[in-house]
């Protein structure tokens, strides 16, 4: 399972991760609100675990930021604000749980683990799924999430990005999509991967600063997702 820490104190951030790691949790660390968001829109991850205070921002507008971004990763709050107001007011941006410092580990360990049960019972509950960062594509129901949000695909348009995401990292001329997706042989005079491939930009592209689909000029196209 993996877990994002984003909290300014290294000294607290490294105590949860070291508890962590001992448990057979992997876990990743960002410091500032600006690093994490880096780190939440380039890896999937299976719980959050954000600061109230960042020193950069604060934890209630980078939570609704990732939750407009679509991004549904279950988030527990830590705060040295022991306050119901602060904690409804972080609850209702989105949080999932909200934990007040100094806490117990074992309290931690146990409300990450009832968070990651939470987050498997969302769109990607069918195992028959391929994850891009946030995107799930499910193959038994041909349906596509982005976060929680389903995205309405054609045919065409579904088999097109199945194929790009089995071959993720693998650079594709336009004539084997033509030929894997279209079943047709290398034909000059169309279009129809180039506009498909903007079909899907429009579709994917909201609220990135840059595709998710990469074209190499003279070559073809790879998907530009870690």
């Keep these: 399972m993996q877990i994002l820490i984003v909290e300014d104190e290294k000294r607290v951030a490294d105590f949860i991760c070291k508890g962590l790691r001992v448990e057979g949790y ?31 921002t604060d934890g209630i507008s980078f939570l609704k930021h ?34 007040t410092k100094p806490f117990d580990f ?24 391929i994850k891009l ?43 084997r999509i033509l030929n894997a997706v279209w079943q047709l042989n290398s034909d000059p005079l169309t279009n129809v991967v180039d506009v498909y491939i903007n079909r899907l930009r429009k579709k994917f592209d909201i609220h990135q600063s840059e595709s998710f689909i990469e074209t190499l000029r003279g070559v073809g196209y790879r998907l530009n997702i870690n």
Excluded: W
Aim: aromatic share 6%; proline share 2%.
């Design 26 to 56: 992997f876990c990743e660390q960002a410091h500032n609100g600006q690093s994490g968001l880096m780190l939440v829109n380039s890896h999937s991850f299976d719980v959050i675990i954000l600061d109230r205070m960042l020193p950069d």
């Design 66 to 99: 990732i939750r407009n971004a679509g991004i549904s990763t279950p988030v527990l709050f830590l705060t040295a604000l022991d306050d119901i107001e602060e904690k409804v007011h972080g609850l209702r941006a989105g949080a999932d749980d909200y934990l």
């Design 106 to 129: 074992e309290e931690l360990l146990a409300r990450i683990e009832v968070l990651s049960r939470r987050g498997i019972n969302g769109p990607d509950v069918d195992e028959n799924i």
């Design 133 to 175: 960062n946030d995107i799930s594509i499910s193959l038994t129901h041909r349906t596509v999430y982005k976060g929680n949000e389903l995205i309405k695909m054609t045919t065409m348009e579904f088999d097109l990005l199945l194929f790009l995401a089995k071959s993720k990292g693998r650079v594709l001329s336009r004539e």
